[in-house]
């Protein structure tokens, strides 16, 4: 039992001196493309500790060849067999994509990990890709569900095909048309025998994509309009807006762009609109988190940490032995990078309040640490994003001095969310908005808004081009909701039909509200995963193949050779 702890101590020795301390931006915080800066920080860190590194690196040798072999097997199978308890182990790495919710049910015997696909877009389904693969080979997936098919998805007419080269150059081909899944490519590639399910009702499915079809016909005259009144509120903003609007409308426009770090673009809004920005829960936990970094010490956590160790390991209780093969797959799986710094850093703080509590206080930054973690992981990114925009349009409220202002604001809102609501890019909490202010989002708000303002603007304020169209397009959404039902009840069907304890679910980002509900409410463990993609999605292909065109075989046969 000596040589346990002897052994347990080098290793998370070596992984508090080798591995990262701060929670990675990808896994910590949330920001879409919008831009943290905390690669500088985290350099300049890495700097300062390289000559205490490599001073401590003939400790880390101490481990043999064979030890680290069987300590890292030992800790897949933990891992494997851990992650239904503890869902934050569950760790992706930033440049493929990020944890952006998760929910922990009590005594949850399955766990649910919904993945955002984003339609039509290459770099976002390789990355979903390597994310199911990351959970296969880590967490045991043994069942992924796709949206866009019913019942057995079979690609062995493919993935049987002899030559793996072939194989990865067809499928490439067919991921970059838009023709091939994330999910589907990966089986070709890989992965054979993952079983992949489709999880739509085929009726309720082809009713949304005729209606799709249909806001495609008459898409095109809307969007002119749109386009020609967020134009008109545009070119008026000089004359109705003050200064401070203005300077807030600009530095909107920089982060929407990811010209702005969102942190700094928080710090401007609270500035600007501390009282409103109070009744914003998770704008308040960023706040909190950034403040706690900024008094956070690299180098004292690694510092403390090894103190606490070698308080710790002679307090633990020698004969439970599962607290110390926990700690030590722990420790290894963080080196590796195949759990997050939350659930290495939160056991180990565990641990330390059941044997040495007494002792805590003579640590500071190791539990100034432990409060940054805990926060940063009840941070909800989702609504972190919709409060800023709330807070956006509340701060323009607040700093508006007239009706005319006031008006003027919610009709720069209410155009943009027309335009996605036509072009059917539109969120959940916008559509939501849309449903709350539908009495201001017609031809006559925006006609007597800028006729009131600039007279004539050139504008066809023919009420056929949008209000004729709005019930349609409740209508569309209506189906989608259905269809949220059929694929969370054709999922939870197949789950437990299969038995199946870790589950991919792969839809649209749209879908996910209705899909945590379902899962929340059945009693199931989830994560939502955002795949990482630095570029959009290429709407016109997608609404082009939803409209039941394919590119020529000729084409991608010429593509594939020109590669």
Not at 2 to 17: A, P, Y
Not at 354 to 379: C, E, G, H, T
Not at 427 to 433: A, F, G, I, K, P
Not at 530 to 544: A, L, V
Request: with cysteine; proline share 4%; hydrophobic share 35%.
């Amino acid at each position: 039992m000596v040589r346990v702890f002897k052994l347990c101590g080098i290793l998370i020795l070596t992984i508090l001196v080798a591995g990262p301390v701060y929670s990675e931006p990808g896994n910590r915080s949330v920001f879409k493309d919008k831009k943290v800066d905390y690669k500088t920080i985290s350099d300049k860190q890495e700097k300062e500790l390289q000559g205490k590194k490599d001073a401590l690196k003939g400790k880390a040798g101490a481990v043999s060849a064979v030890s680290q072999s069987a300590s890292k097997q030992e800790a897949r199978v933990f891992l494997k067999q851990n992650s239904l308890k503890d869902i934050s182990s569950i760790y992706i790495p930033e440049d493929i994509g990020k944890v952006v919710e998760a929910y922990e049910a009590p005594n949850a015997k399955r766990l649910v990990v919904h993945i955002q696909d984003l339609h039509c877009n290459p770099e976002a389904a390789f990355n979903l890709a390597n994310i199911l693969e990351i959970l296969v080979k880590d967490y045991g997936l043994n069942l992924v569900c796709s949206e866009g098919a019913e019942g057995q998805v079979d690609t062995s007419s493919v993935s049987g095909f002899p030559d793996p080269q072939t194989r990865e150059k067809v499928a490439k081909l067919f991921v970059n048309s838009g023709e091939l899944t994330g999910e589907e490519y990966l089986s070709i590639t890989r992965y054979p025998k993952l079983p992949i399910w489709g999880i739509e009702n085929k009726d309720i499915y082809f009713q949304n994509i005729d209606e799709f079809n249909k806001i495609m016909a008459f898409n095109p005259d809307s969007m002119v309009f749109i386009d020609k009144v967020k134009d008109a509120l545009n070119n008026l903003k000089p004359k109705v807006y003050s200064k401070k609007i203005l300077g807030l409308d600009k530095k909107y426009a920089e982060y929407e762009k990811s010209e702005t770090d969102s942190s700094d673009y928080i710090d401007y809004l609270v500035k600007l609109n501390p009282l409103g920005a109070g009744k914003y829960k998770n704008i308040g936990i960023f706040m909190e988190t950034m403040q706690l970094e900024k008094e956070i010490s690299q180098e004292k956590i690694i510092d403390e940490s090894q103190a606490l160790l070698a308080k710790l390991q002679p307090a633990m209780d020698p004969g439970n032995k599962s607290e110390i093969d926990a700690l030590t797959a722990k420790a290894v799986l963080f080196k590796d990078k195949k759990i997050s710094p939350y659930s290495f850093y939160s056991y180990l703080d565990e641990l330390s309040n059941k044997y040495i509590k007494d002792q805590l206080s003579s640590y500071p930054a190791f539990r100034k640490y432990i409060n940054y973690l805990n926060k940063v992981n009840s941070l909800d990114s989702v609504a972190l994003f919709q409060e800023i925009d709330d807070l956006t349009y509340d701060t323009k409220d607040f700093l508006s001095d007239s009706t005319a202002q006031k008006n003027f604001i919610k009709a720069n809102r209410n155009i943009k969310t027309l335009g996605d609501l036509f072009n059917i890019t539109v969120s959940n909490e916008q559509y939501n908005y849309y449903l709350k202010n539908k009495d201001t989002c017609n031809v006559n708000f925006f006609k007597s808004t800028v006729t009131g303002l600039s007279g004539d603007s050139g504008i066809d304020y023919n009420p056929s081009l949008i209000d004729n169209h709005l019930a349609e397009l409740e209508h569309f959404y209506d189906i989608a909701y259905k269809r949220d039902i059929a694929l969370s009840g054709n999922a939870l069907k197949k789950i437990e039909d299969a038995n199946s304890k870790v589950t991919a679910i792969v839809t649209g980002g749209f879908h996910t509200q209705g899909i945590t509900k379902a899962l929340k409410e059945s009693g199931y463990s989830y994560i939502v995963i955002s795949p990482y993609s630095k570029t959009p999605i290429d709407e016109e292909n997608y609404r082009f193949l939803l409209s039941g065109k394919r590119k020529p075989i000729e084409d991608l046969i010429q593509q594939m050779n020109e590669k």
